[in-house]
Structure formats: C-alpha cells, structure tokens
C-alpha cells in the first residue's frame, strides 16, 4: 500500500518522467532505424562487409552500458555535452544498431530467390525488385529487430539517469542516493511495465504490417 501511495502521491512526476524516457529511447531507436536499415540492406550486397559490420555492432553490444555512458562523456565534453540528453541519445543509438542491422540483413538476404527471378522476369530494374519485392517481405523482420532494440533500451535508458539524462531511471537513481526502497521500486517496476506495454503495441504493429499470406504460413508451419 504504501508503494501506491507513494506512486499516487507522486503521479504527475512519474508520468513526466515517463514521457521523457519515451521521448529518449523514441529518439535514439528511430535515429537508429534510419541509419542501421540501409546499412542491413547495403551489406546484403557484399558478405564479407556484412561479417564485419555485425561483427563490430555485436561489440558494441558487449560494453556494458555504465562504462558507454562513461566513454561518452570525455568524448562530448569536447563539445560542451558530456552529460544529459546527447550522450544518452548517442549511447542508445549505438545499441539499437545490432538487432536493426542483424534483422534488415536477415530479412533482405532470405527472400525467396524465386520471388526475385519473378520480378526479374517481369522486367523491374535493381531499384524496383528492392521497393516492391524485398523490403516489402522484410518488413516483419525489420520490425521485429525495432522491437527488439526499443524494449532493450528502455532498460539501457534507465541507466542514462546517472548521466543526468532523466527519465525513469531518476527514481532509480535516487531511491539508490537515499535508500529510499519507495523510489526504488516504483521506478523499476514503471520501466518493466513501460517495456511491457510498448513492446506489445509494437507487435501488433508488426502483425498489421505482415502480409496476409506470411501470416498463413506463419500459422501452417
């Protein structure tokens, strides 16, 4: 009882801060879709270039995210940035690379040979057989490795509080400072919650976005 008091008593912070964390990982996720599918449809075209641009965001992911935050802020400092919004955005970005990326190659370099030999017969160029055919078929896939890298990052982001970057993560942060179990608590269990409900509005995105006939198959397999 005392949790929801406290998480009552306290509502209007909680929802700001909520906003402010969506607007983070929002932010750096859709920074990250725009960059890292290109650069997942690109690297279909060479294999070796595919193996070492995975291979590097793979490592990227190793880091934990404490000593990235830490990284960023001698780097950023240069440009008067070493703590708040930038470093946190950048951080999550880069973590948000490997799904997206990983997932667009996938879903690009899977697609039914056939369906490409069809296309190819019907006379549509490079370009055409790319919008119409293939990242039509991979949106599913791209989706899923969005998904994959928002619910990630939501926890990531928690962790930006220390760099004061806001969000969630100050109940955290704060409940740790004071030994206040209240903040605690009611900040981890908003950022589970958050990744919960986001991640399942995001899925029934996906679904609308796969194409009737891979939901049958999906369903028949």
């Known amino acids: 009882m005392e949790l929801i008091q406290y998480a009552l008593d306290n509502l209007d912070l909680l929802t700001s801060r909520t906003i402010e964390h969506i607007a983070l990982v929002g932010v750096a996720v859709g920074i990250a879709t725009l960059t890292g599918v290109p650069i997942g449809i690109a690297i279909t075209k060479n294999e070796r270039l595919a193996k070492a641009v995975l291979y590097v965001a793979s490592i990227i992911v190793t880091i934990p995210s404490i000593a990235l935050f830490g990284i960023m802020i001698p780097v950023l400092s240069l440009i008067g940035q070493g703590i708040g919004y930038l ?47 293939e ?18 990052n939501i926890g990531v982001m928690a962790i930006a509080a220390y760099i004061g970057a806001g969000g969630l993560g100050t109940f955290i942060s704060r409940g740790i400072s004071q030994s206040d179990p209240r903040q605690l608590i009611v900040g981890a269990v908003a950022v589970s919650l958050l990744a919960i409900l986001v991640d399942y509005a995001l899925l029934a995105i996906q679904k609308r976005l796969t194409p009737k006939g891979m939901e049958r198959a999906a369903e028949t397999a």
């Open 87 to 133: 470093p946190a955005v950048i951080a999550v970005l880069l973590y948000s690379q490997l799904p997206i990326i990983r997932n667009t190659y996938t879903a690009i370099h899977n697609v039914d040979p056939a369906l490409r030999e069809a296309a190819r017969g019907i006379g549509m160029s490079q370009n055409q057989r790319l919008r119409m055919v």
């Open 135 to 152: 990242i039509p078929l991979a949106v599913p896939v791209i989706m899923a490795g969005v998904r994959t890298a928002v619910v990630l």
